[in-house]
């Protein structure tokens, strides 16, 4: 099993050495990669979560609607690791690893699977974006 210590070193790894993360608490973290892009680590036994904050939800029901159906689609045909979901009123890509079968590798995938995603999908969600 992976410890406390290991995921910050596997942070301090990451995109060789590129990925700045700052400590945000006991077992959690926020790293920030070159574009910017914040992703939120928690380490807690049994497991390690990544998570990014995406948007808020629109307001209008018909983009809401539209927005759910195409973070769905997203899941189904675009997603290897993670998934999007909504927490109260916003939409947050999340994906869930296993202390205990966690390493370096299986911890860089998902976090580049996560960002290379949502890069790509970036495009695609603007539409539902309200100022």
Same mark, same amino acid.
């Given at each position: 099993?992976?410890?406390?210590?290991?995921?910050?070193?596997? *942070?301090?790894?990451?995109?060789?050495?590129?990925?700045?993360?700052?400590?945000?608490? !006991? $077992?959690?973290? =926020?790293?920030? %990669?070159?574009?910017?892009?914040?992703?939120?680590?928690?380490?807690?036994?049994?497991?390690?979560?990544?998570?990014?904050?995406?948007?808020?939800?629109?307001?209008?029901?018909?983009?809401?609607?539209?927005?759910?159906?195409?973070? *769905?689609?997203?899941?189904?045909?675009?997603?290897?690791?993670?998934?999007?979901?909504? !927490? $109260?009123?916003? =939409?947050?890509? %999340?994906?869930?690893?296993?202390?205990?079968?966690?390493?370096?590798?299986?911890?860089?995938?998902?976090?580049?699977?996560?960002?290379?995603?949502?890069?790509?999908?970036?495009?695609?969600?603007?539409?539902?974006?309200?100022?």
């Amino acid at each position: 099993m992976i410890t406390v210590d290991d995921v910050e070193g596997f *942070l301090d790894r990451l995109d060789g050495g590129t990925v700045q993360a700052r400590a945000a608490g !006991e $077992g959690r973290w =926020v790293a920030r %990669t070159r574009d910017g892009l914040e992703v939120a680590v928690n380490a807690v036994a049994p497991l390690v979560v990544l998570r990014i904050n995406v948007m808020r939800l629109p307001k209008d029901a018909k983009k809401l609607a539209a927005l759910c159906r195409k973070l *769905l689609e997203f899941n189904a045909k675009d997603l290897t690791r993670g998934a999007y979901g909504i !927490e $109260g009123d916003d =939409v947050v890509l %999340t994906d869930t690893l296993s202390l205990d079968r966690t390493d370096f590798q299986e911890f860089e995938a998902s976090f580049d699977t996560m960002t290379l995603a949502l890069a790509q999908h970036f495009g695609a969600l603007a539409p539902y974006r309200e100022n």
